[in-house]
């Protein structure tokens, strides 16, 4: 079993029936739909929270080779700030663009096809969202992080120094440079 056989699993929400477009190049079909994200549509500090709404606007287009999907997808993202590790959330709206090619064409191994006159747009959809995602999301641009000696959030406290060390071990080791100047 290669993946151009891959069966599909037709109660998918991302399983997309295109028979009307009956193989006419230049035929043309428009889908609106809201679906739920399928799982691991995230890499390690954010993505998209399974079964949350993904909002597809899509223009499914016959070609010769087969059928151009083109359109975005709109989703919702959670996940944690690189800098100073609080929750965050925001939303993306990604653009998709793949070629199913349709049974006996030519193409790379690679490709996606039109199966039983639907396609899968999971694959599409995974490109399209995960490659981009953020690898250090931020809470906001200017996130200050946090304190490197004890980990306070810098965000809410602007002002915080170590003017006066907290750490004994670091108040001992200043005490030892102190006396070495003398
Ligand atoms: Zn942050
Ligand atoms: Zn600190």
């Avoid at 151009?4 to 109660?11: S, V, Y």
């Avoid at 597809?56 to 100073?84: I, M, N, P, Q, Y």
């Avoid at 193409?107 to 096809?113: G, L, V």
């Amino acid at each position: 079993m290669n993946s151009t056989h891959r069966h599909l699993d037709a109660r998918s929400p991302l399983v997309l029936e295109v028979h009307e477009l009956g193989r006419q190049a230049g035929r043309m079909k428009e889908i609106q739909r809201i679906v739920p994200a399928p799982a691991d549509l995230a890499i390690d500090m954010i993505g998209v929270p399974e079964g949350s709404d993904v909002e597809l606007d899509l223009r499914l287009e016959s070609v010769v080779e087969g059928v151009l999907v083109t359109g975005t997808a709109s989703v919702s993202l959670v996940g944690e700030c690189a800098r100073c590790l609080e929750r965050l959330q925001d939303t993306g709206s990604y653009t998709i663009q793949e070629l199913y090619f349709y049974p006996g064409r030519e193409a790379d191994d690679d490709a996606s096809w039109v199966q039983n006159d639907q396609i899968d747009l999971d694959p599409a959809l995974r490109d399209a969202v995960v490659l981009e995602l953020p690898f250090t999301p931020l809470c906001r641009e200017d996130c200050a992080g946090l304190c490197p000696l004890c980990g306070a959030d810098l965000n809410q406290l602007p002002d915080h120094s170590h003017s006066d060390p907290i750490d004994p071990r670091w108040q001992q080791l200043a005490d030892v440079a102190v006396s070495d100047d003398q």
